[in-house]
């Protein structure tokens, strides 16, 4: 089973909203990541948890806010964002080997619409 | 810098025939290479990876090939088929801290 899943599947939002996307996997993977990816781009990586423990943070701005709550739970929390953050989220997770993450599964995503 | 390159944005291919789909590296850190496929609004579906100790890898219609003095590989999909028509990604990892870093993608049509 190489499932990831994620909720919800669509998101429309104002700007002073707050939402919370959710990810779950039980691969018993050890590293799991959001992307964000805009039409005709590929994935770009946001934030990565090793362990539990977040161990990359590629500059993004502060109103996007990851947890993971446990081994197979990443949320991403949503804050006053911009109509420019409008995107698919994707989440993936991998084992980790030597520090570094093996091959990433993806979820479906969750298409993001901030009016 | 782009440090995995798919230079050709799209490609088509009638149904039946080889698709070639071509990506180059700069990092020579690079030691894990993975092939994913993308329809819209959806996830990257991961298909084939190699590591860098191979110069091929099979699996079923798909084959990857790495020539790494040439830092280029190569993602084969024998026989096309329509299904087959998506955006494909080429990723590539290193040991130590560094995360997946993806091509542009190459999107595939395959003709009927």
């Known amino acids: 089973d190489t499932e990831v899943t994620q909720t919800p599947k669509h998101l429309v939002m104002g700007m002073t909203n707050k939402k919370s996307l959710k990810c779950e996997q039980h691969m018993g993977h050890r590293a799991m990541y959001w992307y964000k990816q805009k039409a005709k781009k590929p994935p770009e990586l946001m934030f990565v948890?090793?362990?539990?423990?977040?161990?990359i943070n590629e500059s993004v701005p502060s109103r996007f806010s990851p947890e993971c709550p446990n081994s197979s739970l990443l949320n991403l929390h949503l804050h006053a964002l911009q109509p420019e953050d409008s995107a698919l989220y994707l989440c993936a997770s991998s084992q980790v080997r030597g520090g570094l993450a093996d091959t990433q599964y993806f979820g479906p995503g969750t298409r993001l619409t901030v009016l | 810098d782009q440090q995995v390159k798919q230079n050709s944005p799209s490609l088509s291919v009638q149904e039946g025939r080889i698709s070639i789909l071509n990506c180059d590296y700069t990092?020579?850190?690079?030691?894990?290479f993975l092939w994913y496929k993308k329809y819209p609004a959806e996830g990257p579906t991961f298909l084939i990876s190699?590591?860098?100790?191979?110069d091929k890898n099979e699996d079923g219609r798909f084959t990857v090939f790495l020539n790494k003095s040439a830092k280029h590989l190569s993602l084969h999909i024998v026989p096309s088929q329509p299904g087959d028509s998506a955006v494909y990604f080429c990723a590539a990892s290193a040991m130590g801290n560094t995360p997946l870093v993806f091509g542009k993608g190459t999107r595939l049509s395959v003709i009927a």
């Open positions: 190699i590591s860098s100790i191979k």
């Open positions: 948890y090793s362990y539990e423990k977040l161990s």
């Open positions: 990092n020579s850190m690079f030691d894990y």
